[in-house]
């Protein structure tokens, strides 16, 4: 999978600050996109973009709480870090409880600004990282048979293939030729390998006998 090269994305009422932060971001060799409004931004706003959201507390129209809460409302992993002032703490207390990444205050100190941002994106890195890999198993995952489903939810409950057989009221032979099957198609290495890939998708785990 290509992957893009992360977008740091300010949305701020204020010319003087948008300016300021994409010169201070630029000078390290960041891509910045800059908006004046929430409205501005969510009419481009690209959800598959990597990058953060460095989003103004307050801004005429819509605020950057409620521009917050539609991000979520659209299932945004993208992070948020609120630009706020000095009256502004318990909005950003609550942005924190709504799932923004941080918030830094005005007039902020470059460094804390650069590290902020570099944390964010880290966090998107892996967020994106982890959706990437779910929803490849979760695509293999469904390449498998019905017998195969089941097969699958009996071993990584940790049966053996003797009483898998059992279970299902066929032979052995016929098991152990599904396991593989199971195996080679969700490109597991191992018993354990399979096992964590189940787990790590375990919100889904009930499709696999189809309940």
């Known amino acids: ?30 891509t910045v996109e800059m908006y004046c409004s929430g409205d501005e931004f969510l009419s481009a706003f690209n959800p598959d973009l990597p990058g953060c959201l460095l989003l103004d507390i307050r801004m005429p129209g819509i605020s950057g709480l409620a521009l917050q809460k539609q991000l979520n409302a659209q299932h945004s992993t993208t992070p948020v870090i609120f630009m706020t002032g000095h009256g502004d703490v318990p909005m950003a207390v609550e942005a924190m409880q709504n799932g923004a990444f941080d918030f830094i205050q005005k007039p902020f100190h470059d460094d804390k600004l650069l590290e902020t941002t570099n944390r964010a994106l880290k966090k998107d890195e892996e967020t994106r990282h982890s959706i990437h890999q779910h929803d490849a198993i979760r695509r293999r995952l469904q390449s498998l048979t019905p017998r195969e489903r089941e097969v699958l939810a009996l071993i990584t409950a940790g049966k053996a293939n ?43 785990t009930s499709k696999l006998t189809g309940s």
């Open 1 to 30: 999978m290509a992957h893009k090269n992360p977008t740091i994305v300010i949305v701020d009422d204020d010319l003087a600050v948008r300016t300021a932060v994409r010169l201070l971001l630029r000078s390290v060799n960041f």
């Open 162 to 204: 003797k009483v898998v057989a059992g279970d299902l009221s066929v032979s052995q032979r016929t098991v152990e030729i599904h396991r593989s099957r199971v195996m080679e198609k969700m490109q597991a290495s191992s018993l354990a390998h399979l096992v964590r890939m189940v787990v790590a998708i375990e919100g889904d």
